[in-house]
T-cell receptor, first 117, second 115 residues
């Protein structure tokens, strides 16, 4: 069965420093997609970055990058140059199947990130 | 483009009462999802619609929860009767079918408190 594990309940980072949020996944499918979402205290889920299982290069979106290690089944989120506005809950999620698959996302438990000034 | 709209944003009810939530997805998005997010946990899918047909409702407690998506646009999720354990945030999301972007777009959620 597909599963997402985020082992860090809470993290602190100093403003302007980089931080890595861990995510490991379990699936028997060869085709799958990995997502990171940010959830501020307002509650809305904000899409950050996507990595497909067949993508050879790690995904990057501005200050966000995804460290994809397929053999280890890990998909860690790296936030560079942290800002105070990055303080939020971060969720790793997975969707099995090809990119065109509109199936559900399976979410991890989340990691709370607090950025210190 | 306008995002996913949900209402109400907050709702407090007593146990055994009924409640309904409304979602308007992004225009043109064929796929609509309802997720339940209990405090301290990640969202969990309750039901998925493709146009006005149900694709996945395997985790929907059908003895008390119901959902519909008339005309393949707006959707309502109903709980009747509510239990204390239904206290959660109910998130609606939508996705364009076959779109390259992969991601689901989420609404602001409805925070339900059952007392």
């Amino acid at each position: 069965a597909q599963k997402i594990t985020q082992t860090q309940p809470g993290m602190f980072v100093q403003e302007k420093e980089a931080v890595t949020l861990d995510c490991t996944y379990d699936t028997s499918d060869q085709s799958y997609g990995l997502f990171w979402y940010k959830q501020p205290s307002s509650g809305e889920m904000i899409f950050l970055i996507y990595q497909g299982s067949y993508d050879e290069q790690n995904a990057t979106e501005g200050r966000y990058s995804l460290n994809f290690q397929k053999a280890r089944k890990s998909a860690n989120l790296v936030i560079s140059a942290s800002q105070l506005g990055d303080s939020a809950m971060y969720f790793c999620a997975m969707r099995e199947g090809l990119p065109s698959n509109t199936g559900k996302l399976i979410f991890g438990q989340g990691t709370t990130l607090q950025v210190k000034p | 483009e306008a995002g996913v709209a949900q209402s109400p944003r907050y709702k407090i009810i007593e146990k055994r009462q009924s409640v309904a939530f409304w979602c308007n997805p992004i225009s043109g998005h064929a796929t609509l999802y309802w997720y339940q997010q209990i405090l301290g946990q990640g969202p969990k899918l309750l039901i998925q619609f493709q146009n006005n047909g149900v694709v996945d409702d395997s985790q929907l407690p059908k003895d008390r929860f119901s959902a519909e998506r008339l005309k393949g646009v707006d959707s309502t999720l109903k709980i009747q009767p509510a239990k204390l354990e239904d206290s959660a945030v109910y998130l609606c999301a939508s996705r364009s079918r076959g779109r390259d972007g992969h991601e689901q777009y989420f609404g602001p959620g409805t925070r339900l408190t059952v007392t």
